[in-house]
């Protein structure tokens, strides 16, 4: 049996050789895979892709008020924070030596307007936010959304006229709100609203402001998906939107080669990384737009995803530790230098253990 094994190895390694193509492999018996998996160290050394702190951006949510934190039922363990309480949050992800936050506004119902005015107001709850972040911690990286959504009575990421999202009005919007976050401080400006042209427009603005160290992390491919759900119960946006959705921008799921032509067009305007949202369920489009564009890629491990496992977890059905990990590794291995994810303080504190 064993001999015959062999003479099938032997044959199968001359047929590759013939073919010149360089394939390690061989057969059983004198491959056994098991072996560089039988002890720690070897599967130490074996490993392929590792997760380290250096990949991780925390994204999070900061309200009005003074000395006040108010949990997410739908996101458990993530709190919106005032600022004061959101500056000794970010002092903890810096003791871990998290790189960078994303920070979310949940802005007061009395601000939000159709035209969305209050996302320029260079004294708004994100611009102080961001201030009061680097004035404490200068060497973290400030990452800012800009879309409207936040700040638009509608729910919706652009003006509306005559019921639709309009794409060219809303560029000058997304422009007058990149500067305010830019003079606010924010090291980079993140548009995740899906107007076509909005990186280019940004880029403009920000050059002629003097903004040119302000970097652009794009939204690239970013679906309209079911999974941000928490995230609109979070910065209070899902009843405002109500039945509404964000089709008519956001990418269809069911699409990749649309994803790589909106990588092409984003790092032409002058992104310097590119994004791709959710994450675990697109990490067949992480891994096309890595392979294809070989830029600094980015997932958002997004709400939805944070909230299956932390459910499945308080069920006792999911080890939540042993699978947040195993799914930030899986962007790693699809392709991702980075990932935002609400469980970067938990997850750099396992890194941090070892
Ligand atoms: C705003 C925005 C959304 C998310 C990030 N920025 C929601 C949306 O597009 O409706 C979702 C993040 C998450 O679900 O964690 N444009």
């Given amino acids: 049996m064993v001999k015959l094994l062999k003479d099938v190895a032997d044959a199968q390694t001359h047929e590759n050789t013939v073919r010149g193509e360089v394939r390690p492999t061989g057969q059983f018996p004198r491959v056994r895979m098991r072996r560089n998996r039988r002890d720690p160290w070897t599967r130490r050394l074996v490993a392929e892709n590792r997760l380290s702190v250096d990949d991780l951006i925390w994204p999070v949510f900061v309200q009005e008020g003074n000395a006040k934190s108010s949990p997410i039922p739908s996101m458990p363990g993530i709190a919106r924070h005032s600022?004061?309480?959101?500056?000794?949050?970010?002092?903890?992800?810096?003791?871990?030596?998290?790189?960078?936050?994303?920070?979310?506004?949940?802005?007061?119902?009395?601000?939000?307007?159709?035209?969305?005015?209050?996302?320029?107001?260079?004294?708004?709850?994100?611009?102080?936010?961001?201030?009061?972040?680097?004035?404490?911690?200068?060497?973290?990286?400030?990452?800012?959304?800009?879309?409207?959504?936040?700040?638009?009575?509608?729910?919706?990421?652009?003006?509306?006229?005559?019921?639709?999202v309009v794409n060219d009005e809303t560029l000058d919007a997304l422009i007058k709100q990149s500067l305010a976050q830019a003079t606010a401080g924010c090291d980079v400006i993140a548009p995740s609203d899906m107007m076509d042209g909005r990186v280019g427009v940004v880029r403009d603005a920000l050059d002629a402001n003097g903004f040119q160290h302000v970097r652009i992390m794009s939204y690239a491919a970013k679906y309209a998906s079911g999974f941000y759900g928490p995230f609109r119960d979070a910065v209070g946006s899902a009843g405002f939107l109500g039945a509404g959705d964000k089709k008519t921008y956001q990418m269809d799921p069911a699409n990749t080669d649309e994803a790589l032509r909106e990588v092409a067009l984003d790092?032409?305007?002058?992104?310097?990384?590119?994004?791709?949202?959710?994450?675990?369920?697109?990490?067949?489009?992480?891994?096309?737009?890595?392979?294809?564009?070989?830029?600094?890629?980015?997932?958002?491990?997004?709400?939805?995803?944070?909230?299956?496992?932390?459910?499945?977890?308080?069920?006792?059905?999911?080890?939540?530790?042993?699978v947040m990990m195993e799914s930030l590794l899986a962007f790693k291995r699809a392709g991702c230098d980075g990932i935002l994810t609400y469980a970067a303080v938990e997850a750099a504190t396992l890194l941090k253990k070892g």
């Fill in 267 to 322: 790092l032409a305007e002058g992104a310097d990384m590119v994004m791709i949202k959710p994450g675990l369920p697109y990490l067949d489009v992480i891994r096309r737009v890595k392979d294809k564009f070989a830029v600094p890629t980015f997932a958002y491990n997004v709400s939805g995803e944070y909230a299956m496992l932390k459910a499945a977890a308080a069920q006792g059905w999911l080890d939540y530790d042993r």
């Fill in 83 to 164: 600022i004061d309480r959101l500056v000794d949050a970010v002092g903890e992800a810096a003791e871990l030596g998290i790189p960078a936050i994303a920070i979310f506004p949940v802005v007061d119902e009395r601000l939000k307007s159709p035209e969305a005015e209050e996302a320029w107001n260079y004294d708004n709850l994100v611009c102080r936010a961001v201030s009061a972040v680097k004035a404490a911690f200068p060497h973290i990286g400030v990452i800012c959304d800009v879309a409207l959504d936040p700040f638009t009575s509608h729910g919706q990421d652009g003006l509306i006229r005559d019921g639709y």
